[in-house]
């Protein structure tokens, strides 16, 4: 049987790390099942490195270049793959590439977390696909399925542990009782932390992925600095073990949520450690590992779950781009891009709804709860759960309460501070996953 | 701003069940997110129906038709939904509506299980979409995934809980003790199971399913009749308390796998009880919930959990299906149809290598474990865990043996059965969800 052999699909891949060596393999080793199911052969056209000197395995020297400026406007080149991260140069090149009339696939959160707007213009432009699933929660297929398959539903609400980092650590202090900087130290030698921790363990890694998922969860542009965010370097063994008293657990949780406050729709993008209940999916989530949680009008709760960071992980999101990219080359046709129509106000933390743990070391006599009681009634906030434990020096109240505006919450917690019978407050969470 | 307006694009459902009626008013409710998302109105022109003459709540009647057979031809008409269900009228209807260029989408387990390869050559002769999300576990997003976001990927194992009547009896029989009939009973009470439950509790509907996503998770082509089946009419209350002694829990299980025996490759489609140890992700998938564990080479394992029937989550995804391909509609294009190229072989069940778990009632004597220990031996299966329980006349033995092809497993319960020492072998079910 002779058919015209279909015009192959040129492939340049910005970038060697550990997830561009993984792309690189998979180009090779599969080229047989990707030519089948993109229907047309899949060409590695280039690779761009920072070292041309270092030496890069088994990859045809042909093909590297230090040059990814010229790649990405290359007449054989049809998709551009950027594994390179950070803001700039791939901003410059995705865009050049866009507008060059080549797809991009990209696996750079903190790119699209603040310019996924104008590279959704110069792909819509040039009517070619930009894909980026795997810049949030690696492998773990999350923005298809909310951009694809619940296009006919209405998301109310995306949680998620998105950064394997933090979870780690914080499995770990749950785990083993040591303290974070104990942890931390360790998921540096495992190779789950890198040496600058601070993207991760601050929560901007998982604030950048919160403002890719409230962009598409809820057809708004909501970027990074949208995003409220604070991070774990604040917890310590004390919290884990405390918050087991209240059958939950802590993680650092990505949460976007639309609020409905006196009828104006609003978006809530947040990131901080929170408190969680035992029986709440994401609880038993621990080591590295991400999930997300979407609930739905009609969906209902579901969740998607699976290793979030890593090469092959991390390739396997970045592939299954490339093939879908590539076969629309072929068949003609694009995936879906950016969509902002509704364009939802982000609200700020003290407007949004949320619950308080409070931890405080008190004076260790009668009349302090009651006090401390009469400040959260102030600001009608109602006290879901108490605890005291200790005596002298050791007394400590833990408060944990009912819903109210988070400034509410915040200006609380400021006035018991400044009480006499409060020595020292030395833990504020929030308390995440529950129905009231 | 005036622009020209983007021609609407007409949508005709057939069949208003549960599924139907829902599907209807998110068309009404939430028109224009739609249109948004769309890039055009999407209007119902059609909906059939068997008994004109029922209410239809606020669907306008002039809308409703008892001739699906017209409606799907229609000119205005871009979009069939089929949601009648079962093979005949669907087969005939959806490729008509293929043929006569319109896409379709489906949530028909049945008929996909069976005749998607002619449906998907007609989507394809016609360049049409065909999408069928809503077939395999409801609202979760598992056919998506699988098709696009592991298009790099390559799938070694699928195994899910997809049949929610079968879940939530053996979830009601694990908590409460109480045996087969007394908890079908219930769900037949509570809606969780129809009339007729043969479907579902011989494995059946689960069956399909199997065969859909082995297909996909292979890139081949695997039919209903394929799939091995077993259903859970003969499960007993001891088998539920007899598994958590060996720390493990029952769960009807549709298991597609890539077995490699000999170097060739084949696949492995398969539906039973088995037990699964209290640890897997499945165990406790419990009640009328579905989840999918999907395990790729580079991915690794990834789960995906949701409600899997019920009328608004299955209107979740074919909504979401059904914006996809209007999309398409508008910005031309398809999404990706079946992929068989691979081509594997199905293999048959007595080819997998499994494990078993055999409970027998046998003699109240000395060296019977030694006889049945023997009897495995002859086939080199080695035993990994044996227990023995009661006295005289209760006297039990159960056995749980590591991999060994599926037919030797068998033949050897076939030959204890013949024993003298063995009175009876009172259940034989299989241990999946293990590395050993």
């Known amino acids: 049987m002779t058919t015209a052999s279909p015009r192959p699909i040129g492939v340049a891949v910005l970038g060697m790390g550990n997830v561009g060596t993984e792309v690189v393999r998979v180009l090779t080793d599969k080229a047989a099942d990707l030519q089948a199911r993109v229907g047309a052969p899949v060409v590695l056209r280039g690779v761009s490195v920072r070292d041309l000197s270092r030496p890069r395995g088994n990859v045809d020297s042909a093909v590297l270049t230090d040059d990814p400026a010229s790649l990405v406007t290359r007449d054989d080149v049809d998709i551009v793959v950027e594994l390179i991260g950070g803001i700039e140069p791939p901003r410059t090149l995705i865009r050049t590439a866009l507008q060059a009339g080549k797809s991009v696939v990209t696996a750079n959160k903190a790119l699209m977390a603040v310019h996924s707007g104008e590279l959704s213009e110069a792909a819509a432009g040039s009517n070619v696909d930009l894909y980026f699933e795997a810049a949030v929660a690696g492998a773990i297929p999350v923005i298809r399925p ?170 396997s999101a970045v592939t299954g781009d490339l093939v879908m990219a590539a076969r629309n080359r072929v068949l003609g046709g694009r995936g879906p891009l950016e969509s902002t129509y509704a364009s939802l106000p982000v609200a700020p933390i003290d407007d949004v709804p949320t619950r308080y743990y409070v931890s405080m070391q008190v004076a260790d006599r009668p009349g302090v709860l009651e006090q401390v009681a009469a400040e959260f009634a102030k600001r009608s906030i109602s006290i879901s759960a108490v605890r005291q434990e200790g005596a002298g020096e050791n007394a400590r109240l833990i408060v944990v309460t009912h819903r109210a505006s988070d400034l509410d919450q915040s200006e609380t917690v400021a006035a018991i501070e400044k009480m006499d019978s409060v020595i020292k407050v030395s833990s504020v969470l929030r308390l995440e996953g529950t129905n009231d």
Do not use: W
């Not at 969860?217 to 063994?237: K, L, M, P, Q, W």
């Not at 650092?252 to 999916?281: K, Q, T, W």
């Open 146 to 315: 909310l951009i694809q398959s619940l296009a006919g539903d209405t998301v109310n609400r995306v949680a998620g542990i998105v950064n394997g980092t933090t979870n780690f650590i914080l499995s770990e202090m749950d785990e083993t009782g040591a303290d974070y900087d104990e942890v931390l130290a360790e998921a540096g030698r495992l190779g789950y932390a890198e040496a600058d921790p601070t993207a991760d363990v601050e929560g901007h890694d998982a604030a950048a992925k919160a403002a890719i998922l409230a962009s598409i969860a809820f057809h708004s542009r909501v970027t990074a600095n949208d995003v409220y965010c604070e991070g774990i370097t604040a917890i310590t063994s004390d919290d884990l073990a405390a918050a087991k008293k209240f059958d939950c657990t802590v993680k650092l949780l990505a949460i976007c949520e639309r609020i409905d406050a006196d009828g104006a729709e609003r978006i809530s993008a947040r990131v901080y450690p929170a408190l969680i209940p035992f029986e709440h999916p994401l609880a038993t989530v621990n080591g590295a590992f991400n999930a997300v949680v979407v609930e739905a009008e009609n969906a209902g709760r579901l969740m998607f779950y699976g290793q979030g960071a890593g090469g092959a992980p991390t390739a």
